[in-house]
C-alpha cells in the first residue's frame, strides 16, 4: 500500500472514530443541504439559472485567454496593476514581492480558498509578515493551526469550547469565555485592531468581471471591506476560471452562489472592486494589484475534466456527500474536501498524491444534482477511476479479484456453475457456524451474515420463464 | 512576470486549439437576457417587506422628505439607548441635524453613523452604496448602528437594474458595495450571530419627497 493510501486509511479511521465529529458534520451538511431546498421554491426560474450558469462557464472557457486579456486591459485602465502567476511558488512570490516592497509588517486577509491552495501564509510568515485571517472561520482555523474542513464554514468541526480555549490562549486579555455570542464579540475586537495596523489587505474574488476590470467577493461578516478599504494596499489573488464576461454573467452566478452554498437568498455583503483610490476618496487603497493564477488551471483546461473549472466554490456537493458526512474534510488531506475536492486534488497535485479520493465515493449522484453549474461530478470521479486503472495505481490483491471475476462474467455457463456452487457452499457453511467471509472481515466483523436466498436468480427466473 | 503571462495564455491556447473570438465580442456588446427572480410591481413594497425578513435582521422605515431625516435619526439613537451623536456622510453633511452632535470622521469603534445609498434593489432588499469622496465606503462597514438613506426613487426591481443606475452615473467608482442586512456569521456551532465584524444594528430611512 502507497504511503498516500495508508494516510488516507488512517485519517478516515481517525474521523469515524470522532463522535464529536459525528454531530458537527450531521448539523452542518442538514442544516445547509436543507436550507438549500427550501430557498429554491422562491425561484422558479431556477434550474433555467442553472443551465445559463453552465453556458456561460463553458463558453468563458472556451475563450479564457481573450477574456483574461480583455479583464487585465480594463483593470489597467482603472488602475489595477495585473500580475500572472503559473505555479503556486510564483503567487506566493508576487504577494510576498508585493508586500515587501510596501513595507509591510501585518496583513489582514479575508476568505480566499485560493490562498489555502497556494499556502500563501506560510510564504508571508517565511519572509517576517504577519497575516491575520478575518474571516471567523479563518480566523479559528488559523490560532489552531489547521486547513480548513469545509469549504463554506472551514471550522465546522470545532466545539465552541474548543474555539473558548482557543481564544483565551491568543486573544488580548486572556478572556474565559463559553457563550457563542461573546465569543465573535472577543474575535470582533480583537480583529478589528488589526485591520487599522494593516500595511496590506489581501483577499479572494468570487468573480472577475472582463468589461469593466473589477473583482468581486462576496461574503457575510463585513471582513472583506474592512480589509480591503483601511490599509494603502490590497492585493487581489484569483484563479484565472473565475472570469465572467460582464455584470449580467456575474448576477447569473450571484443568484445561484448562496442559494446552493447556504440556503440563502443572498449573502450581506456582495462588494465590487474596480482600481485603487479615486481622487478625493476618503478610504481606499493606493495601490489595487490583481495577482491572476494558473496553479494546474490549464492543465484541467487540456484534459479530460475541463468541466470542473466552472466551480463557483459553493461546497453544495459536500453538504450531500454521504462519504464527506462521514469522514468530514480533513480526512481529504488537502484543502479541498468532498466530490469537488476528490476531482481537484488528484487532477491538481497528481494521481499518487490521492489515489483513494476517487474510490471513496459510492456514485450516488446527488453531487452533482445539487452543483450550480452542472459539474458530472459522479462521471469524473468513475473516469478518475478508470484513469487509476490504465496508470496500474490499483492494488494487486484488487487487480486479481477484478481479473477473476471478469474470466467468470464472460463465461456464463462458468459463471452460472460458480454460483450455483457457490450458494450450496455459503448455505453449508452458515449451517456448520460460519460468521465472518474470508476478503470481507472489515465487512462482516460487524454485521451478521444473511440467510442464503436458497436459490440463484437465474434458477428462479428460468423456472418462471418455464411457468410461462 | 511577463514571462509567466506568456507561459499561461500559450498554455490556455494549445489548450483550446485554433478557434473564433468573433463570439466575445458579440456576447460583451449584447449579453443574453437571464432568468431573474419575480418581484412585485412595487418595488418600494417589496423592499421593506424583505427588510422586515428575519434573514436580513434589520429595520426600515418611511420618512416623508430629505428633510425629516435628522428627527428620524434622533427617534432611532433615543430608542436605542445611544447618545445624541452620529458620524454622518459629507453628502448629508448639509441637512439640519438640530440637537444631534454629526461628526464626519470615523471611530475605530463609532456607535452609529449614517450614511446615502445610490440605490436599493426590491429582489433581494440590498442597499446600493458607491463610494465617492462625499461618501466614504467605512462608514457602512465600522459602526455598531448603521442607519441608511435612501429615496424611494432610487428603488429598482432587480439586481440588473442596480448596476444600470450605478454604471449611468459614470465610470464605476472604486467600490459599488451591496449591503443585504446586518453583518453575521454562523461559524461557531452553525449558529447565527449578528456583527460579526460588520454593523449588528441596520435602520433603513426610505425617502419618498
Given at each position: 500500500m502507497t504511503a498516500a493510501r495508508a494516510q488516507f486509511r488512517r485519517r478516515v479511521v481517525q474521523a469515524l472514530d470522532d463522535a464529536g465529529l459525528a454531530v458537527a458534520l450531521d448539523r452542518t451538511t442538514t442544516l445547509l443541504s436543507g436550507r438549500r431546498r427550501h430557498v429554491l421554491a422562491d425561484f422558479p426560474d431556477f434550474e433555467r439559472a442553472r443551465d445559463e450558469a453552465r453556458d456561460l462557464k463553458d463558453h468563458v472557457l472556451a475563450h479564457l485567454d481573450t477574456y483574461l486579456e480583455t479583464f487585465e486591459r480594463n483593470a489597467t485602465a482603472a488602475g489595477a496593476t495585473v500580475h500572472w502567476a503559473q505555479s503556486a511558488a510564483e503567487a506566493r512570490q508576487a504577494v510576498v514581492d508585493i508586500c515587501r516592497a510596501a513595507n509591510a509588517k501585518t496583513v489582514t486577509k479575508s476568505k480566499s480558498m485560493l490562498g489555502e491552495e497556494i499556502a500563501v501564509n506560510a510564504a508571508l510568515e517565511a519572509a517576517g509578515i504577519r497575516p491575520v485571517e478575518t474571516d471567523l472561520g479563518e480566523h479559528i482555523i488559523q490560532l489552531a493551526g489547521e486547513l480548513p474542513s469545509?469549504?463554506?464554514?472551514?471550522?465546522?468541526?470545532?466545539t465552541r469550547a474548543e474555539i473558548a480555549a482557543l481564544f483565551e490562549r491568543h486573544h488580548a486579555g486572556h478572556p474565559k469565555l463559553t457563550e457563542v455570542r461573546d465569543l465573535v464579540e472577543s474575535a470582533r475586537r480583537e480583529i478589528r485592531d488589526a485591520y487599522f495596523a494593516a500595511d496590506v489587505g489581501i483577499s479572494g474574488a468570487n468573480f472577475l468581471i472582463a468589461e469593466t476590470g473589477s473583482t468581486v467577493t462576496v461574503t457575510n461578516e463585513g471582513n472583506a471591506e474592512l480589509t480591503t478599504a483601511l490599509p494603502r494596499v490590497h492585493i487581489v489573488i484569483v484563479g484565472i476560471e473565475k472570469v465572467v464576461p460582464t455584470f449580467a454573467d456575474m448576477t447569473v452566478l450571484l443568484r445561484l452562489l448562496a442559494r446552493s452554498a447556504l440556503?440563502?437568498?443572498?449573502?450581506?455583503y456582495v462588494t465590487v472592486y474596480t482600481g485603487p483610490k479615486r481622487a478625493g476618496d476618503r478610504d481606499g487603497p493606493q495601490e489595487f494589484h490583481v495577482v491572476l493564477v494558473d496553479h494546474e488551471r490549464t492543465g484541467l483546461l487540456a484534459g479530460p475534466y475541463r468541466e470542473m473549472l466552472r466551480c463557483i466554490r459553493c461546497g453544495a456537493c459536500m453538504n450531500e456527500c454521504p462519504v464527506y458526512g462521514a469522514i468530514g474534510g480533513h480526512a481529504y488531506g488537502w484543502v479541498y474536501p468532498g466530490p469537488m475536492g476528490a476531482v481537484l486534488t488528484p487532477t491538481m497535485l497528481g494521481r499518487d498524491s490521492a489515489p483513494d479520493l476517487p474510490e471513496a465515493?459510492?456514485?450516488?449522484?446527488r453531487c452533482a444534482e445539487v452543483c450550480p453549474v452542472r459539474i458530472p461530478l459522479a462521471t469524473m470521479l468513475r473516469r478518475l477511476r478508470a484513469d487509476a486503472w490504465t496508470a496500474g495505481l490499483v492494488e494487486k490483491p484488487v487487480r486479481l479479484g477484478v481479473r477473476l471475476w471478469a474470466f467468470a462474467a464472460t463465461r456464463p455457463a462458468l459463471y452460472r456453475a460458480l454460483s450455483a456452487a457457490g450458494l450450496r457452499a455459503y448455505a453449508l457453511a452458515r449451517r456448520l457456524g460460519l460468521k465472518r467471509l474470508p476478503f470481507a472481515g472489515g465487512w462482516t466483523a460487524s454485521r451478521d451474515l444473511p440467510p442464503p436466498a436458497g436459490r440463484s436468480f437465474h434458477a428462479l427466473w428460468r423456472e418462471r420463464d418455464r411457468d410461462r | 512576470m511577463t514571462d509567466a503571462r506568456a507561459r499561461i495564455l500559450g498554455g490556455i491556447r494549445a489548450a483550446l486549439g485554433p478557434r473564433d473570438d468573433a463570439a466575445v465580442a458579440a456576447r460583451l456588446a449584447h449579453p443574453p437576457a437571464h432568468a431573474r427572480v419575480p418581484v412585485d410591481a412595487d418595488p418600494v413594497a417589496h423592499f421593506l417587506s424583505k427588510l422586515a425578513l428575519p434573514t436580513l435582521s434589520a429595520s426600515g422605515e418611511r420618512v416623508t422628505s430629505r428633510a425629516a431625516v435628522p428627527a428620524a435619526v434622533a427617534a432611532y439613537l433615543a430608542q436605542a439607548g445611544l447618545p445624541a451623536r452620529a458620524a454622518v456622510v459629507p453628502a448629508l453633511?448639509?441637512?439640519?441635524?438640530?440637537g444631534i452632535a454629526v461628526h464626519d470622521t470615523l471611530d475605530r469603534d463609532e456607535p452609529a453613523a449614517v450614511s446615502l445609498a445610490a440605490a436599493a434593489i426590491a429582489e433581494t432588499g440590498s442597499l446600493v452604496f458607491a463610494s465617492a469622496p462625499d461618501a466614504p465606503t467605512l462608514f457602512n462597514f465600522l459602526p455598531l448602528h448603521h442607519l441608511a438613506v435612501v429615496a424611494a426613487?432610487?428603488?429598482?426591481?432587480?439586481l440588473e437594474d442596480a448596476w444600470a443606475a450605478v454604471r449611468a452615473r459614470g465610470p464605476l467608482p472604486r467600490n459599488v458595495n451591496l449591503v443585504t442586512g446586518t453583518s453575521g456569521t454562523a461559524?461557531?456551532?452553525?449558529l447565527l450571530v449578528r456583527g460579526a465584524h460588520g454593523p449588528r444594528f441596520l435602520h433603513v430611512l426610505v425617502v419618498d419627497g
Open positions: 469545509h469549504i463554506v464554514m472551514p471550522a465546522m468541526h470545532k440556503g440563502a437568498e443572498f449573502t450581506q465515493c459510492t456514485l450516488n449522484g | 453633511a448639509g441637512l439640519d441635524w438640530g426613487a432610487d428603488i429598482v426591481p432587480h461559524d461557531i456551532e452553525a
